[in-house]
């Protein structure tokens, strides 16, 4: 296992590395990493659907977040580029490996083609009528789930944009220090599922979940033939949240606030106090 400072110093060239990487490249591994938090996100859908009723909510969260950690690890043995751990590529601008126009736009390229994958997916999972299993419960708590993160207050969104990135990046440190497949599967096993568990909020994994909410309002509102009061009634949500889960809302009260605490979270509380703290135990 490699020590913090070996760990950090790993951690600045490999972040610098991918991000001067061929621009198609950058492309295809953000679809890929957008679209392997997708699938992480319908593997936890499938694990729980019927458990916190069964068991309760806290086995739910238990399982759901155990479950939703495959997408990080495929994303990690792949080499996809996830915008949530990218954002540590600050560190290499903070080292002057990166300069710091070119991390920016690596930012807004990964955060792109991570929405790319995770709203294809999206499609191509309603599309394959897979959460209409179970009487349709996996697609009916899609809306639920989703018009609930249309109304967090931007506090709210953001501080549990923070929480998330500090474990997500945590998880992305501790499989870069363990130097067996075992060690990082663990790693991000445990400590991603802690996140989940607890409710907090990753851009990418809403970039599906809020989409897929969207696709699964638009279906049963058809169903219903446009009567909110029936849509309410089918989907267990309030008139007032279903009218809130909308592509502007999607953008301005969810994935910014969520998307600033994510790079506070994993640039700030992790990448940079890491780099920061143990850098006089680096061999340069």
Not at 123 to 149: C, Q, T, W
Not at 192 to 210: K, Q, T
């Amino acid at each position: 296992m490699l020590s913090p400072a070996e760990t950090a110093q790993s951690l600045s060239g490999g972040l610098s590395h991918k991000a001067l990487m061929p621009l198609i490249s950058v492309t295809f591994l953000s679809i890929m990493a957008g679209s392997s938090i997708a699938l992480g996100d319908i593997f936890w859908a499938h694990s729980t659907v019927g458990v916190a009723k069964a068991a309760g909510p806290g086995i739910a969260n238990f399982i759901g977040g155990i479950a939703f950690s495959v997408g990080l690890m495929m994303v990690v043995f792949f080499g996809g580029h996830l915008f949530t751990s990218s954002v540590m590529s600050g560190v290499s601008t903070y080292d002057r490996k990166l300069p710091i126009g070119k991390m920016a736009a690596y930012w807004v390229w990964v955060w792109v083609f991570n929405f790319v994958g995770a709203l294809l997916t999206a499609y191509m999972y309603y599309e394959s009528r897979l959460p209409l299993n179970y009487d349709g419960e996996i697609l009916k708590h899609f809306v639920a789930l989703g018009s609930g993160k249309m109304t967090l207050s931007f506090e709210a969104a953001f501080i549990r944009g923070i929480f998330c990135n500090v474990f997500v990046c945590m998880a992305i440190w501790a499989s870069t220090a363990a130097e067996d497949t075992a060690g990082k599967i663990l790693a991000i096993c445990f400590i991603v599922g802690a996140f989940v568990a607890s409710g907090y909020e990753h851009c990418v994994a809403n970039m599906f979940i809020v989409s897929e909410a969207l696709f699964a309002k638009a279906h049963y509102l058809l169903a219903v033939g446009g009567d909110m009061e029936a849509l309410s009634h089918l989907t267990h949500t309030s008139i007032a949240n279903l009218e809130a889960l909308n592509i502007t809302n999607f953008f301005v009260k969810n994935l910014l606030p969520v998307t600033l605490g994510n790079i506070c979270g994993g640039l700030f509380f992790v990448g940079l106090i890491g780099f920061m703290s143990h850098k006089s135990d680096m061999n340069h």
